[in-house]
């Protein structure tokens, strides 16, 4: 029986014996066609319209059509549609039209009060884009590899590589996604992805100008690399309930990305999924004191995954290691134009300084440029967030009595 409408108090059962009630606007916009996603884990119920159901399921049906024949296809077109990938991104004329639906997603976004840090598809991840695709291209095949061999008498066994089907991506904002998930074809997979609504229009222009046409020149399977051309959030809980996918890639804000990782659990799917927290360095007595100053600049270049969020360094080591650290922060900063940004975690007031507490200072925030204190004291169980900067980094520091505290921390 086909669920065509609800209603505001409606109770529906998950779980085997649990209840979550419909509210009054889930009510009110659910129509005849539409899908509820319940989140097992949580009780929440997803509205997926009928228009993004199809367009995600139409997405997975076309990369899992195109796996089926992958597995025709040989490494040297795999080979040319990096190749013509990077080649396409390359060209200046092809280029300018991918810029401008940047610049135009770029201009709302920021319209729109939202971050554009990893938004900006400018020259210098253009060429990450390009070396990224190149290194695929070059990379060995290991497709249909044998990886042991078992001989009886008469007869022998083989162990083989396989591709694992069709792998869904869902990523925030940044153009270069394409370049990181078009990888897993190398592997004899396709893949489907959905990007953030603020670099939506830049993802067309990419699959119009350059991987579309790629695909086509190389002679792979039409859908062997398909975006999910919907806006809507509610895509992607579409797409991760497709149990079609082979494995189930997310990338973004915990909350959002635990939620489609139980959605596709649910569906028998494989995760991997990244939530927050940012990346961590640990600071022992030991540390070498250039190399830690230029792991710390050099993980303040800009916002992404990987980017510092929290130092936590040994008390012993603090005195002598703190301002080398300081400075890095400042450095990055200095280069990105703006100011750093300190959250310090009560005990490392005196390391910091009691200066930075008192400066006020120009911070680059996505809604443009505000006053603030340049370093603010948080508490320990603010430690899990992280900083989703624009222009100005953002660190936690915080001091600890030991390796293995700062591991369970």
């Not at 669920?3 to 108090?9: D, N, R, Y």
């Not at 904002?173 to 959905?194: E, I, K, M, Q, W």
């Not at 640990?282 to 270049?301: F, T, Y």
């Amino acid at each position: 029986m086909e669920l065509t409408s609800l209603e505001a108090g409606q109770q529906i059962i998950f779980g085997g014996n649990q209840l979550a009630t419909v509210s009054a606007e889930l009510a009110a916009n659910f129509v005849a066609g539409d899908r509820l996603v319940i989140v097992n884990n949580t009780g929440a119920l997803r509205h997926v319209g009928s228009a993004e159901w199809d367009i995600a399921t139409s997405a997975v049906g076309r990369a899992h059509e195109a796996f089926l024949q992958l597995g025709s296809v040989p490494d040297s077109a795999i080979t040319a549609f990096y190749d013509s990938f990077a080649n396409r991104l390359a060209h200046q004329e092809t280029f300018a039209l991918i810029k401008a639906a940047n610049d135009l997603d770029v201009q709302s976004a920021r319209g729109r009060g939202r971050s554009a840090t990893r938004l900006v598809l400018d020259e210098e991840m253009r060429a990450d884009m390009i070396e990224g695709l190149r290194l695929w291209r070059d990379a060995p095949s290991s497709r249909d590899q044998v990886v042991e061999t078992v001989n009886h008498e008469g007869w022998t066994v083989e162990q083989r590589r396989a591709g694992l089907g069709v792998v869904g991506f869902v990523f925030e904002g940044r153009p270069n996604v394409f370049a990181d998930a078009c990888g897993v074809l190398r592997s004899g997979n396709t893949v489907v992805f959905r990007i953030g609504s603020d670099a939506l229009g830049t993802a067309r222009a990419i699959v119009e100008h350059a991987l579309d046409p790629a695909l086509a020149e190389a002679g792979l399977p039409p859908g062997a690399a398909t975006l999910v051309n919907s806006a809507a959030r509610s895509a992607g809980h579409a797409m991760f309930s497709d149990p079609r996918l082979a494995l189930a890639v997310a990338r973004g804000s915990g909350a959002a990305v635990g939620e489609l990782g139980a959605v596709a659990r649910q569906a028998g799917t494989p995760v991997s999924l990244h939530g927050t927290g940012g990346a961590w360095i640990v600071v022992s007595a030991k540390a070498d004191p250039q190399r830690l100053a230029g792991a710390v600049e050099h993980s303040l270049d800009r916002k992404v995954c990987n980017t510092l969020n929290t130092v936590a360094v040994v008390e012993s080591a603090a005195e002598e290691l703190m301002p080398l650290i300081l400075n890095a922060i400042d450095a990055a900063a200095e280069t990105r134009g703006t100011n750093a940004k300190l959250h310090v975690v009560g005990g490392a007031e005196a390391v910091v300084g009691q200066a930075r507490f008192e400066d006020v200072v120009s911070i680059d925030r996505a809604e443009g440029l505000v006053q603030e204190p340049q370093a603010q004291a948080i508490g320990s169980d603010q430690l899990g967030r992280e900083w989703e900067w624009e222009n100005s980094p953002e660190v936690t520091v915080v001091l600890v009595s030991s390796i293995g505290e700062a591991v369970e921390l």
